[in-house]
């Protein structure tokens, strides 16, 4: 599956950003989606995934309440809306995905996943 992010930029402490990540090749509903990031000098970290119906999703603690992920699968696309973000926010962002028999099912490390989008870049201003 080919898996395409989009929706980034720059952004002040406070506001909020929409980020999309298109799939295509494979049938999208198979598939846990999950987003990382990664801040600069730092490792990719996990930010949240959300199961195949949608019916289930996981957040890293800092993000808890504040992002939001989502997903259309008529559309093959699934969003991560951030909201009330933080300069530590500020990372390039990948979507990720995972191929599974498990409906509910959701993964939270990176070598998990097979599939990744190029990025996005998310910058938050004090």
């Known amino acids: 599956v080919q898996l395409q992010a989009s929706g980034g930029g720059l952004v002040q402490a406070g506001g909020s950003l929409r980020l999309s990540c298109a799939a295509s090749?494979?049938?999208?509903?198979?598939?846990?989606m999950g987003w990382f990031r990664q801040a600069p000098g730092k490792e990719r970290e996990f930010v949240g995934a959300i199961s195949r119906s949608g019916g289930n999703t996981d957040y890293t603690d800092s993000v808890q309440g504040r992002f939001a992920i989502s997903r259309d699968n008529a559309q093959n696309t699934v969003y991560l809306q951030m909201n009330n973000l933080k300069p530590e926010d500020t990372a390039v962002y990948y979507c990720?995905?995972?191929?599974?028999?498990?409906?509910?099912?959701?993964?939270?490390?990176?070598?998990?996943?097979?599939?990744w989008g190029q990025g996005t870049q998310v910058t938050v201003s004090s």
């Open positions: 090749g494979r049938t999208f509903s198979n598939y846990v």
């Open positions: 990720a995905a995972k191929l599974t028999v498990y409906t509910g099912r959701l993964y939270s490390t990176e070598y998990e996943y097979d599939y």
